[in-house]
Structures are given as structure tokens and as C-alpha cells.
């Protein structure tokens, strides 16, 4: 393990309360907070990624406004760029406080996780089955995938072009998705670090949730889908990872009415919540605290006990 200042990562599924957690903790312990979320990478999709406002940032932020959506991106570059964050922050005498609910994120930042080369622009695999997939839709790209890696396909879902797409990468290095994700369990940890996980009843988070996507629409999630729109990022913004934004998009084209909208955007962020759940409750490095009541100040509490006791 690298000899470094411990990084406090603060994980969860989406709408725990990470964000207002993690301002505090890098208050209390001079830090700035370093963002492992897959969408608030993108400039431009604010609100329906839940950043932080410009006027509520009481820390520096790192990793967020990196690319414009459809960009190529990925967890390698993260890591590149989250690990670039952390040796400024150190350098500076602060703290780096690691929050998001992409687990992958999280684990690429934290691990040594090395990743199979691949350029992120003229990748010629990448291009010709995206191709593919744009010409001939993400189910018979899929279907090809079962193919000739039944095994990687299973664990991929039909509609997820991006992880189809890496698995024939994968593919042609002579490797396959499956190994990479059983091999993802076994790497050790590079940087020290102290986990925290805001556990949340399903039933209150789904509430939550609900709550959350309509505040959104409040504040400006369907003006912020067109902006969008207007500015050709149509591609990045209908792409099967952008929950709350594909839904708007549809809502715009008329293909469905915004309740029906909000309705499917709240339907698959709940889904999307399950499967964070899962990918933490796997991590036992993770100190759980409980969430359930959003009491922020017992939250600082519980997470100030588990980082006195591990750095």
C-alpha cells in the first residue's frame, strides 16, 4: 500500500445523502471532495445528476464538468484524474474525500486496478461495434455477445451498449468481461483509505427518491434536457446510464407524457439504487451508518467515531 495522507470515501446508493455528508466531513477535516460519480462528469447535465450548486459548495469539488456528454469516457480516466486530484489536495496540506455511488468509481480510484489498454478516441473495436449497434440496435449486438462469450453476456444487461461494447474489447485482448469482474474481487487495496456507507430502508430511500425526481423537474430538470438538446448533445443525453434525462428526452419528443415521464425515471433509479446496494453491501471494508433519518449532525457524529478510530 502507498504511503499517502488516508482518503475517506463516502458511499451509498443514490439520494442516502452522500453529498451533504461528505461537504461536512471535508469540513471537519480541512479536505475537498473528490466526486466518483459516472455522470456528473459531464458538463452541462446538472440536475439530473444531483451536483452540487455553485452556490452550495462549501469545499473544493474535483471530477465533476470533465467532459461534454457523449464524450468518450471511462473508469480508466477516472482513475487517472481522481488519482491526479488526490496528489493535489495532498500537496496542498488537505484531506481528499472521495464520494459517489458508482462503486467501479470508487474500487478503480482506491485499488490497484490495472486496465487493459485502449484508447479512448479512435479506438477502431470500440467504433465498428458501436456501429454495429447503432445500425442493427443493442439487443442483436448483445445476441452476438452471447455468442461468442456466453458468459460475459450474462452478467451484462441487454440494453447496456457501453459494457457490450467493452466486452468485445475485452474480447480481442485475449480476455473477457467475466475474468475482469471475478479478478475485481481479489485486487488489493493502493491507497489507504476509511470507508463509510449510509445504509438506507428500501422503502424510505424509495420515498426518497421520489421526492428527489420531482424537486428536479422543479427545478428545471425538462429546461436543462432541452438546453441540451439545443446544444446537439442529443446522443449523450439518450444513452441507456443517463436515468432522468432519455425519460425528458422521450417526454420532448412526445413520446410520452411527463408523468409517464417521471414515473420511469423514478422506476429506474430505484433499480439503479438496488444494484448499489448490492455492489457496496460486497465491500467489507465498509463502516455502515445509519441514514434512514437524513439527521445530518448524527451522520458527521457516527462518521467522526469510525475515522478516529481508523486514521
Known sequence: MLEHTPIICIVGPTASGKTA???????????EVVSAD????????DIGTGKVAPSEKLVAHHCIDIVDPGEPFSAALFQAIARRSFLDIESRGKRSVLCGGTGFY?????DDYDFPKGEQIGNETRDRYNEFARENGCEKLWALLNERDPESA??????DTKRIVRAFELLESDTSYAKQKEKLASIPQLYPAVFIGLSVDPAIL??????????????GLVEEVKSLLDSGFREGITSPQ??????IVSYLDGDCSLDEALDSIKLST???AKRQRTWFRKDKRIHW????????????????DIIGESI
Not at 21 to 31: E, F, I, N, T
Not at 38 to 45: D, E, F, H, T
Not at 291 to 297: C, E, H, P, R
Open 38 to 45: 459516472s455522470m456528473q462528469v459531464y458538463r452541462g447535465m
Open 270 to 272: 430505484r433499480r439503479y
Open 242 to 247: 443517463a436515468i432522468g434525462y432519455k425519460e
Open 206 to 219: 424509495s420515498k426518497r427518491i421520489e421526492m428527489r425526481v420531482d424537486k428536479m423537474v422543479e427545478d
Open 154 to 159: 450474462a452478467i451484462i444487461p441487454i440494453n
Open 106 to 110: 470508487v474500487r478503480a480510484a482506491i
Open 289 to 304: 451508518i445509519d441514514a434512514d433519518a437524513l439527521d445530518l449532525d448524527a451522520m458527521l457524529k457516527a462518521s467522526i
Open 21 to 31: 455528508l461528505s461537504q461536512q466531513v471535508a469540513l471537519k477535516y480541512d479536505g
